[in-house]
């Protein structure tokens, strides 16, 4: 058997693509190994959120590389979002045999196998390109991607011009694919995409999705990933309540607490937005974990609109944060912008926002314990005598039971333990 060894950088969707593109490759007889063991073919799924993902992307690539000067049969697959927006300068690295661009990506067995390519430019890509999968390699959940691309041009973004236009699954190819993963044993899975809020087929959106997979009665756990603030409408939340399987979880995209930085990133709403929608969750599911993604040093970013974000985070009833610092990405309008800030001070500003997350979440802990809410999810692993799982409100749970990896358990949590509550 030949061996691959494939590394994911950057998000669940990222992540959805590579299981995807593993499950094609292992129906053709690849074994898969670590990425540090030595491989035949070599995959890396790069990301270009910030800098420092490319610079990640860049260093496994070079890895692979290595691997190639001890073995010229070795083959080299570079895709992704970096190498979507840089792809000369891949090339540039070294012997690289194939650069795929991500619409492209799914079909990576079949290229393997001597099938054309022509690497596309992502902004014309125009339908979503589905291919059905088995599984999710050793992961307990499966993740989904059932949408893809953005058109809101945010000014520090550069997913939109990695991903192109919005373009999303029909709804029928959603369900076969979900009714896969639980025939294959899946219990949980995770709704993902580049900005899943804008999910459409036709008159069909998320709405649609979530009632369908209701339905499947092997599934016990619906869990959507990040939200534009925008898009998570009352009818959305109304659905959501009504459902006895979606997960009371939601990441947000927040990105500042500061109107006037909000105003200055392109987001299309304010911070009362945030307040009312939180108010509206929470009137319906008490004890939702809510996260937000937020970035510190945004061009202008000044210490009155920094203390703005920081109060208003901490007026919230919120579970985590998801903290960045802010990474000039070339392109972008925020590239250029004045105000640039220096790293040190961008990264105090994170330290800053990343204590007061620490603090959320050990309130969020407490509250949980005190008021006895009911955690479920699906085994990861046992030892040492507990098992541990991604609970359905986002915090880690053990059990001093021993469950089997895939099932679905509950505890009412009574104390700290390590990370999470048991």
Same mark, same amino acid.
């Given at each position: ?5 494939? /590394? ?23 074994? *898969? ?23 990640? *992307? ?17 083959? $080299? ?35 393997? #196998? ?52 919005? +373009? ?9 694919? !979900? &009714? ?6 899946? +219990?949980?899975?995770?709704? %993902? ?7 459409? #087929? ?18 016990? $756990? ?20 009504? *459902? ?18 909000? &105003?200055?990133?392109?987001? /299309? ?23 937000? #993604? ?5 061009? %202008?970013? =000044? ?19 998801? /903290? ?10 925020? !590239? ?9 001070? &961008? ?37 040492? %005598?507990?098992?541990?799982?991604? *609970? ?22 009574? =104390? ?7």
């Amino acid at each position: 058997m030949k061996r691959v060894a494939i /590394v994911t950088l950057g998000c669940k969707t990222n992540q959805a693509e590579s299981a995807a593109i593993l499950g094609g490759l292992e129906s053709r007889s690849y074994l *898969s190994v670590d990425f540090n063991e030595p491989a035949d073919l070599y995959i890396i799924n790069t990301c270009t959120v910030t800098n420092r993902t490319d610079y990640k *992307s860049r260093y496994y690539i070079r890895k692979a590389l290595e691997q190639k000067k001890l073995r010229t049969d070795v083959k $080299i697959v570079v895709t992704g979002c970096y190498s979507q927006r840089s792809r000369e300068e891949v090339m540039s690295l070294g012997d690289v045999d194939l650069v795929i661009d991500n619409q492209t990506k799914l079909d990576i067995p079949k290229l393997l #196998d001597g099938a054309e390519h022509s690497f596309m430019d992502i902004m014309q890509a125009t339908d979503f390109h589905y291919v059905p999968q088995q599984g999710m390699g050793e992961r307990s959940r499966a993740f989904q991607k059932i949408q893809d691309g953005c058109d809101y041009y945010c000014t520090y973004c550069a997913v939109p011009y990695a991903r192109g236009h919005i +373009r999303s699954a029909k709804l029928s190819d959603v369900i076969a694919q !979900a &009714k896969l993963f639980t025939q294959n044993g899946y +219990r949980e899975i995770v709704l %993902g995409g580049v900005n899943l809020g804008l999910y459409r #087929d036709g008159d069909h959106d998320l709405r649609h999705v979530i009632r369908e997979l209701n339905s499947i009665s092997e599934l016990e $756990i619906i869990r959507l990933s990040s939200l534009e603030p925008q898009l998570f409408s009352a009818e959305l939340l109304k659905v959501i309540a009504a *459902s006895e399987k979606v997960a009371p979880h939601f990441h947000i995209a927040l990105q500042s607490g500061s109107n006037s930085v909000l &105003k200055r990133m392109k987001r /299309v709403y304010q911070t009362e937005r945030i307040h009312d929608l939180l108010a509206q969750i929470h009137a319906v599911i008490p004890h939702a974990a809510i996260g937000f #993604d937020v970035i510190a040093g945004f061009p %202008g970013e =000044t210490e009155m609109e920094f203390n703005e974000t920081v109060d208003f985070l901490e007026s919230l009833n919120i579970c985590y944060l998801h /903290v960045f610092s802010y990474s000039k990405r070339k392109g972008t309008p925020a !590239a250029t912008m004045p105000g640039q800030l220096d790293n040190h001070t &961008k990264q105090s500003r994170a330290n800053i926002l990343i204590d007061l997350a620490e603090k959320k979440k050990e309130h969020y802990m407490r509250q949980l314990i005190k008021d006895k809410v009911l955690l479920r999810g699906i085994v990861e692993h046992s030892e040492s %005598g507990f098992s541990t799982f991604l *609970s359905d409100h986002y915090i880690r749970a053990y059990s001093s039971q021993i469950h089997p990896q895939g099932e679905l358990i509950s505890i009412i949590p009574t =104390t700290h333990h390590q990370d999470g509550v048991i």
